[in-house]
């Protein structure tokens, strides 16, 4: 099972022309809604099943399709470095 | 919400003596502060906003053309310090605030913190003479605009601040990175009380801010954030790698509560 993601401290949230956006040394992430509620969840404890089931159940989604989405955004998440591997 | 330590009667009564003795040409009189807002304790002071329609030049002691004056006196051992306004520019005030536009960056910048403070004040005030013309000064404020400037001046703070400690984590500054990551985390839990719709612009209420929002899981996760291990540099840089990432998951909280108003 993969560890939980922890957003990583080098990581601001800001605001581009698009919305909110993840700033990492001058590099811009842009989120999407469901990109900015998966990321405050990213606290390094949360399991991503769990990160997708608290959102699903908050804005009363399809609970399959919004894991789906969850997984594959932190997946996008770890690939550009932007949450941490360990707790710090 | 008043103060538990003087009753809200005894507050209204040594105002209102004040204000009668000095100033009965004033067309609004009200009290407010943080013992009218229920966060003050014994060494507050207890704050008298005197508003004329038209001061006069001898009230403008101030050198200002907005704040004419700021009196002091003392009540047994309450402190009062008098602030006396002229009605224009409260009401130019509030109409600037009615024209911001929600999530204008620029423009929430543009206003003053002691600006936001005053129609703050005005929000939590009692009044104590021309009470009809209060109510409609104070209806006249959008108090959601209001909240959201504050949101905006604060998460631009924080990222202000992030930036810095980031900066000082990477070079090796552990002291620097902990106050600077502190300030960071401070600013996101205000832009996070601001997007709720809290008004107070003052960081020194906080503790008494997040009380009233009555959220446990933020308050123990802001408190245990605030802590280190140790003042050992490792830790200290540690602590501030912790207390950035619990600030960015504040500050997306806090916009996101903010973009869904």
């Known amino acids: 099972m993969e560890a939980p993601p922890l957003r990583r401290y080098d990581v601001r949230v800001s605001v581009g022309e698009d919305g909110p956006v993840l700033i990492q040394y001058g590099k811009a992430f842009t989120l999407n809604a469901l990109g900015l509620e998966i990321w405050k969840r990213c606290d390094g404890k949360t399991s991503i099943a769990d990160i997708g089931a608290a959102i699903a159940q908050t804005y009363a989604a399809d609970a399959e399709l919004v894991q789906a989405d969850t997984a594959e955004f932190v997946a996008t998440l770890r690939t550009r470095g932007l949450v941490a591997p360990a707790p710090y | ?261």
């Not at chain 2, 009965?24 to 906003?49: F, H, K, M, P, Q």
């Not at chain 2, 030049?57 to 704040?67: A, H, K, M, V």
């Not at chain 2, 004040?121 to 104070?138: S, T, V």
């Open chain 2, 1 to 261: 919400m008043h103060s538990e330590i003087f009753p809200v009667s005894m507050l209204t009564d040594i105002g209102s003596r004040i204000v009668t003795g000095t100033h009965t040409d004033a067309a609004i009189a009200y009290i407010s502060g943080s013992l009218v807002e229920g966060y003050g304790n014994e060494t507050s002071d207890l704050d008298i906003y005197v508003i004329y329609e038209n001061p006069t030049p001898e009230q403008s002691q101030s050198g200002r053309s907005d704040l004419y004056a700021i009196e002091t006196d003392f009540v047994g051992e309450l402190r009062t310090d008098t602030e006396i306004w002229s009605l224009k520019w409260l009401t130019g005030l509030a109409d600037r605030i009615s024209g911001w536009q929600p999530m204008d960056w620029a423009g929430a910048q543009s206003f003053e913190n002691r600006d936001l403070d005053l129609a703050h004040r005005l929000r939590i005030g009692l009044p104590i003479l021309g009470g009809d013309r209060f109510q409609a000064l104070r209806e006249r404020f959008d108090w959601q605009r209001l909240a959201g400037i504050i949101m905006l001046k604060r998460f631009l703070a924080y990222t202000g601040a992030a930036e810095d400690a980031i900066g000082s984590v990477d070079a090796g500054r552990p002291l620097a990175a902990m106050l600077h990551s502190r300030d960071a985390l401070g600013y996101a839990v205000d832009a996070l009380l601001a997007a709720h719709g809290n008004t107070n612009p003052k960081p020194k209420w906080r503790e008494s801010k997040l009380a009233d929002l009555a959220d446990d899981t933020l308050t123990r996760l802001y408190t245990e954030a605030e802590l280190d291990c140790s003042s050992e540099p490792d830790d200290l840089t540690a602590g501030a790698r912790r207390r950035l990432s619990v600030a960015s998951g504040i500050a997306a909280e806090a916009l996101a509560v903010a973009l869904e108003a």
